[in-house]
Nanobody, 114 residues
Framework: QVQLVESGGGLVQPGGSLRLSCAASGSIDSIGAMGWYRQAPGKQRELVASISSRGSTFYRTSVKGRFTISRDNAKNTVWLQMNSLKPEDTAVYYC????????WGQGTQVTVSS
């Protein structure tokens, strides 16, 4: 069973940047499409961005132009570059396979506040 470990979160001021990393214990190429999700306090978990095995991407409207998802199948790693962060981006961020075969990790907290 592949495990996913997220890192890179923290406290950042509005307008700042963070780069989240997701390290997999096994091959992500065999898993397929990967996504970054987030869950803010009192809200449902939502898909932020996804990337297929071959690099096709999807972004939710609220992060388009600010976030960039990428992956390196050889390194079994997925990243989420987040620029121009806003307070409403505050949440716990998780990476996950889109197919739903891998268990959720513990996530990484992102707090955007002045």
């Amino acid at each position: 069973q592949v495990q996913l470990v997220e890192s890179g979160g923290g406290l950042v001021q509005p307008g700042g940047s963070l780069r989240l990393s997701c390290a997999a214990s096994g091959s992500i190429d065999s898993i397929g499409a990967m996504g970054w999700y987030r869950q803010a306090p009192g809200k449902q978990r939502e898909l932020v961005a996804s990337i297929s095995s071959r690099g096709s991407t999807f972004y939710r409207t609220s992060v388009k132009g600010r976030f960039t998802i990428s992956r390196d199948n050889a390194k079994n790693t997925v990243w989420l570059q987040m620029n121009s962060l806003k307070p409403e981006d505050t949440a716990v961020y998780y990476c996950k396979d889109i197919g739903g075969l891998v268990q959720w990790g513990q996530g990484t907290q992102v707090t955007v506040s002045s």
